[in-house]
């Protein structure tokens, strides 16, 4: 597995990459979870999809498998600016106005979204390796722009998983129920640091928590 990074301008260096994401998106969103979410035939693509986004991505044998898509809360596209504040704003169906107690716009604070690993992704080894690739990618793009921590909206057990891949994640608001899909999620934080050596799983409820990757994603 390699990893790759790059926005909009740079996307045109890695081929069909980006293409391969949006389709990877909608197979997994809009195909098997049901959302209502801006998509065609063969791609996922939203208002967050634009020049302020990054973009990180695990490709093995040269095709995508998974990935992540992260913007700095100072952000601005329109009258959209980050998936979070955007929601406390009121501009966003189905995510509670109080998800989050304050939405900052600052540059040390980037939000990750849409992060998906393919289904063809089938072993927990693989799948936590995929998405501590896809985590790694994130935190170094944040970095390099002077970010100190990154925030997402995903179900309450990626917390755990994050923590046990290395990264030190925490809950930061109330759960609620997505009208799609009828699966909880929860607003969380961690650190924009390179994860630390995690230990290797040893139990049946470790190896539980390590397939969240495969199994659920962030919006």
Not at 23 to 29: T, V
Not at 136 to 148: C, E, L, M, R, S
Not at 205 to 210: E, I, P, V
């Amino acid at each position: 597995m390699e990893n790759i990074t790059f926005n909009l301008a740079e996307l045109h260096k890695y081929g069909t990459a980006f293409y391969e994401f949006l389709a990877l998106r909608k197979r997994f969103f809009v195909d098997k979870l049901g959302w209502d979410v801006p998509h065609d035939d063969d791609v996922e693509m939203d208002q967050y999809d634009n020049p302020n986004a990054y973009y990180s991505l695990v490709l093995r044998d040269g095709k995508v498998i998974g990935g992540m898509r992260a913007m700095a809360t100072t952000a601005q596209w329109g009258s959209h600016t980050y998936m979070l504040r955007d929601a406390v704003d009121g501009k966003l169906i189905g995510i509670p106005a109080d998800i989050i107690p304050q939405a900052e716009v600052t540059p040390n604070l980037w939000e990750a979204t849409r992060v998906v690993i393919s289904d063809e992704v089938t072993t927990h080894a693989d799948r936590s390796q995929c998405l501590s690739l896809i985590l790694d990618g994130v935190v170094d793009q944040a970095t390099t722009h002077g970010a100190t921590e990154i925030i997402a909206l995903c179900p309450p057990i990626f917390a755990r998983t994050l923590r046990q891949l290395g990264y030190p994640a925490k809950l930061i608001g109330d759960s609620y129920v997505n009208m799609h899909d009828d699966r909880r999620y929860v607003a969380m934080s961690m650190p924009a640091v390179r994860r630390k050596a995690a230990a290797p799983a040893t139990n049946r409820r470790t190896a539980k928590a390590q397939d969240v990757a495969h199994q659920s994603a962030g919006q």
